[in-house]
């Protein structure tokens, strides 16, 4: 749909490895990664919820707090956006398998993948490079878990300090792993591209018509997000001045984040990428497919989370209107832009809430935990 | 010392000025001896088969190569010598057009309509004859200099966005040629009057006294075009020779009221006309520093067919030609000259030539024609006929098709020109578009006579340089090879609209944007008139430029495309709400963050407020940033109720809410 007008400026190897192959079968191939990323993260959810119960179950916990499986991959693949991000012959899905690819190495430790994963996805996209945070923790500390601080007050508790049943300490041996295969990944990437790239400029005009086009929005074709139309009205002389506030933006929340979630590094991961799919320059409904998908781990954490038959509602009525508006706007021409860009808006609206309820829900979770641990009643708004 | 070398210098300066002033002497009267330079005025007349009549003003000047140190020129005007040699030019071509030459009844093989017929608005294309590096430059400052010079928008030429470089597509093919085109430019009069303004007599004597502004603006077709050679190399301080060419092509409508007034029988006879009844003037004499003055009239070759059907003999040249009986002309022509017809047919033009030197002011030169029978013709057509139509619907995407269809005259060509069986058409096209029409060139497909064809098979060359956004437009150039029985060929390829800066919009945006007219050429077929002339002294530029081979070529029409615009009204709000959504992301993501702080705080306060008295709290308070939240983190109680007295207000409010729309509605 909308969000075609971003292929053509990927990178051209992917172009180079998919074109042979997509004149043979068209949507196959995004079929595919579709099934594969939604086994992955099936794979994640299992391997996330091994690790939850094991350290609740060194918090005693278990019987109060219920933990689920793969309810994720599910909904990633009946998600009615991740099927018109397939059927429009979007290349989305193949950057979501790309990140997907990097949380689950780094869930299940094979740093090789993560590394892979994380190298291929920011080749392709450029915003998940900030995921190298969640997946710095994944490696030290380990997947998802109540805060530390609570196991040592469970243990002060019980007055027995049983070292193995707390959880390992942050551990620099894979992330330095980590860092060794990225750069391999990375240079190999490069080569790769420099090779095939040599009689197109090399290396520099790539960097420059990839990322240099993601980083200044030149394209003001209109898509699901709200730059295009901010960048097609701003005037000249503030447009790098906003620029440079928007990605910031992004910027500035990760360590915010990075430092209350330190213990979640998967929600983290979560939180990243539905900030990306929200500021970034060319945002898709692919994009929010992924979050989606990936907000399936978190089930029972989020269980209570506010406002969330509304941002249901939201989604179901912006994805409808938006078609809609789009339509009249541009092949009817009796609609507006005003009105295309509203529902974008609404959309934008409806991310944040997301996203800023969800970090709320998370952190009243954890609160949650530490009450039932030291025993204190619990508040409904805790 | 000083005293000394001041004299001396002198004496130096004093000697060298000799020196140089003998070389110029010397340098000038070499140059008299060589050649002049030159003036020639000419006007064609030409009748057309839909009642219109062509007129074409022909001028030309040229200037001799010269020493760099006389920049005086005599007839030739200095503006232009300036710019050719400020900016290196070695030929340009500028044309203002207004209307569009109807190719199917003016015709499109002459030399008259294969080199004047024009897109609309503004043509310019320049070679230069500088490095590679310094082109771009030099293109970006003569568009500013003819700007200036010819009152027109042509300086908007000068952005990358609007010029391309062909390759070989173009008549004089090479890598220092630009070319862009403005087809929106307004052309009116204050373009015309700088352009007479190189002329050496202006528009005040010759035959450029007829230009009446209203008369020329009133008719179908004007195109005033402009072309310049510099021949000859500038090396060693010689200026280049430049040979300026300067015509005006106006297609108008006799008296046409006087024709529907006339009964019936008349409607089918060709308008009478003369020169006073057209322009409102009479030529009162030449202009005394032309070389030549002559005014042609010419019948083309259906025409004189035609006529040589009706009548079964020659009366075209014979004694009393001017007087037979089917036309007659009201002065008395100096000389005839019949096309030296190449191909099998017989039928050739005839041009009847008039030397405006015999008259004066006290006896003008007035030609008339008045036809006596009535005479259907057709004009001699290109071998294909060459229009271009947008498809789709929306503002997303569409297509742009570029048919060519064959003409009846066509085949005539064919079997004269081509003896064996694979028998093939060559077809150049040469196609611009703007990068905010962002063409695919893979889906280029090929339609011959409606059966799609496979593009290897028709396109024997092709060379395509893809737009840039905002840097460069698209560039197609292709050359097909049809075969000679074809009766139609379509081009066709997809395109998507792109999205433009609220800046880059044209005032009327609403209006669309044009994509420039395509250029379709013949290679293999040469608009060439060659016409008997026993007289070498008098020869005359305009029936030389008839003898020269040069391609036909044919212009397609503008293409409208309407684009989206955005709500030009909006940018103020537009910057507003965004910057707030962004804002309320910010602000609350970090709220949501440092929340339990906050109520850490709250709650340290409450508790304090409750135990200790004012000073006490405050140290507590400063105690507990100090030393971390986490000791105090166990004892902090759930959270204050205020969230949940302000949800239960706003609950209450929704239900009056509701209430009172229940009341409104069922009352």
């Known amino acids: 749909m909308q969000d075609l007008c971003t292929m053509v400026h990927l990178c051209y190897c992917l172009f180079l490895v998919l074109s042979p192959l997509i004149e043979l079968k068209d949507s196959q191939i995004i079929f595919c ?7 992955l993260i099936r794979a994640t959810g299992q391997n996330l919820r091994l690790a939850y119960l094991r350290s609740l179950e060194s918090l005693d916990l278990v019987k109060q707090i219920e933990v689920s499986g793969d309810i994720a991959a599910l909904i990633y693949l009946c998600n009615p956006f991740t099927i018109v991000a397939c059927v429009g012959l979007s290349t989305s899905p193949i950057e979501n398998m790309a990140v997907i690819l990097c949380l689950y190495g780094a869930c299940s430790r094979l740093i090789p993948l993560a590394a892979f994963g994380w190298v291929i996805a920011t080749h392709l996209s450029l915003y998940p490079a900030i995921l190298i945070i969640p997946v710095i923790f994944l490696l030290g500390c380990g997947p998802d878990s109540p805060p ?8 002060q508790q019980k007055e027995v300090l049983n070292q193995s049943k707390l959880p390992p300490r942050f551990s620099w041996g894979p992330v330095i792993h980590f860092a060794f295969w990225a750069f391999l990944w990375s240079v190999y990437v490069l080569v790769l591209c420099g090779i095939s790239l040599k009689q197109f400029g090399g290396l520099w005009e790539m960097f420059k018509s990839t990322y240099g086009f993601i980083l200044t929005v030149e394209d003001l074709s209109p898509n699901i997000g709200v730059l295009w139309y901010f960048f097609a009205e701003v005037f000249e002389f503030f447009r790098n001045f906003f620029l440079i506030v928007f990605h910031v933006n992004i910027l500035f929340m990760i360590l915010p984040l990075a430092i209350r979630l330190r213990h979640r590094p998967c929600y983290l991961a979560f939180v990243y990428v539905a900030i990306c799919s929200m500021l970034k320059s060319y945002p898709s409904v692919g994009d929010s497919a992924l979050y989606l998908g990936l907000l399936g781990w978190f089930v029972n954490e989020l269980a209570d989370m506010q406002f969330s038959l509304f941002l249901f509602c939201g989604y179901v009525g ?21 009105f295309y860009f509203a529902t974008a808006m609404v959309y934008a609206c409806l991310q944040i809430v997301l996203v800023v309820e969800g970090v709320s829900a998370m952190l009243n979770h954890d609160r949650k935990l530490r009450n039932l641990i030291t025993g204190k009643p619990q508040d409904a708004k805790s | 010392m000083a005293l ?3 004299p001396l210098l002198l004496l130096l300066l004093i000697v060298t000025h000799q020196f140089l002033q003998f070389r110029i002497a010397f340098g000038s009267v070499n140059e008299e001896g060589l050649k002049q330079e030159e003036f020639y005025e000419e006007l064609l007349l030409k009748p057309f088969p839909d009642r219109k009549l062509l007129t074409h003003f022909h001028f030309q000047s040229s200037a001799p190569p010269s020493t760099s140190n006389g920049h005086h020129h005599h007839l030739f005007p200095k503006a232009i010598s300036q710019l050719v040699l400020k900016f290196q030019v070695k030929e340009m071509e500028l044309s203002f057009t207004q209307g569009r030459w109807n190719y199917e009844s003016w015709g ?12 609309p608005g503004v043509e310019l294309w320049a070679v230069f004859d500088a490095p590679q590096h310094l082109i771009d430059a ?3 400052n003569l568009t500013h200099t003819l700007s200036g010079l010819f009152c027109a928008s042509i300086n908007f030429l000068e952005s990358s966005t609007a010029y391309s470089a062909p390759e070989w597509s173009f008549p004089p093919a090479s890598g220092k040629l630009r070319y862009g085109t403005l087809p929106r430019e307004a052309v009116c009069t204050e373009n015309l009057t700088p352009w007479l303004k190189l002329l050496p007599c202006r528009d005040k004597a010759g035959i450029s006294m007829l230009l009446d502004r209203p008369s020329i603006y009133r008719g179908f077709y004007h195109s005033q075009r402009l072309h310049l050679i510099s021949t000859g190399s500038c090396s060693e301080g010689m200026d280049p020779g430049i040979i300026l060419e300067q015509t005006l092509t106006v297609v108008l409508q006799p008296d046409s009221q006087r024709a529907s007034l006339a009964h019936a029988s008349e409607k089918h006879i060709q308008p009478r006309w003369s020169l006073s009844s057209i322009f409102g003037k009479r030529i009162s004499g030449r202009c005394v520093l032309a070389e030549t003055s002559n005014v042609y009239f010419l019948l083309d070759r259906g025409l004189v067919a035609e006529l040589e059907h009706i009548h079964k003999e020659n009366v075209l040249i014979s004694e009393k030609f001017w007087t037979n009986p089917s036309f007659e002309l009201s002065a008395k ?6 096309e030296e017809s190449r191909l099998l047919s017989k039928n050739a033009s005839v041009l009847y030539k008039f030397e405006i030197e015999k008259y004066s002011e006290s006896e003008p030169f007035d030609l008339g024609l008045f036809w006596k029978t009535p005479v259907v013709w057709l004009c001699q057509q290109a071998p294909l006929h060459a229009s271009r139509f947008l498809m789709g619907s929306g503002n997303e995407r569409g297509a742009i098709a570029i048919s060519l269809k064959s003409t009846q005259s066509s085949e005539a060509f064919m079997g004269s020109n081509s003896n064996d069986e694979r028998c093939e058409l060559r077809v150049d096209v040469f196609q611009v578009v703007p990068w905010y029409v962002k063409v695919y060139f893979h889906s280029l497909q090929v339609f011959v006579d409606q059966q799609p064809k496979a593009v290897s098979d028709i396109i024997e060359k092709i060379h395509v340089s893809p737009s840039k956004d905002k840097v460069s437009p698209g560039v197609m150039e292709l050359v097909l090879t049809l075969p000679c029985s074809v009766s139609s060929a379509v081009l066709t390829i997809e395109f998507d609209k792109g999205f433009l800066h609220i800046d880059e919009y044209p005032p009327d945006a609403n209006q669309g944007f044009d994509i420039p007219s395509a250029i379709v050429s013949f290679p293999n077929f040469h608009a060439r008139m060659v016409f008997l002339e026993n007289d070498s002294l008098n020869k005359s530029p305009l029936l030389s430029k008839f003898q020269e081979k040069s391609p036909v070529m044919s212009y397609t029409e503008v293409l409208l495309v309407p684009l989206t615009t955005p709500d030009f009204s909006m940018p103020y709000n537009v910057i507003t709400i965004t910057c707030t959504v962004f804002a309320l992301y910010f602000g609350s993501l970090l709220n949501a963050l440092r929340r339990r702080v906050a109520e850490e705080e709250r709650f340290l306060k409450d508790k304090a407020a409750k135990k200790m008295g004012r000073i006490p709290l405050l140290l507590t308070k400063l105690f507990a940033k100090l030393r971390g939240r986490h000791l105090e983190g166990p004892q902090a109680p759930p959270a204050s109720s205020s969230f949940i007295n302000s949800k239960s207000v706003l609950k209450v409010i929704l239900i009056a809410g509701l209430a009172a729309c229940w009341q409104y509605y069922f009352s």
Do not use: C
Not at chain 1, 33 to 39: G, K
């Open chain 1, 33 to 39: 990664t579709d099934v594969v990323s939604a086994m």
């Open chain 1, 148 to 155: 530390r601080k609570l196991f040592l007050q469970r243990h």
């Open chain 1, 318 to 338: 912006v994805s409808l209107l938006s078609p809609v508006m789009h339509n009249l706007w541009i092949w009817r021409g009796t609609g507006n832009a005003n």
């Open chain 2, 4 to 6: 000394l070398r001041r």
């Open chain 2, 108 to 119: 499109g093989f002459d030399p008259i309509p294969s080199s004047n017929a024009k897109p």
């Open chain 2, 138 to 140: 030099l293109w970006k």
């Open chain 2, 333 to 338: 022509p100096d000389r005839i000259f019949i």
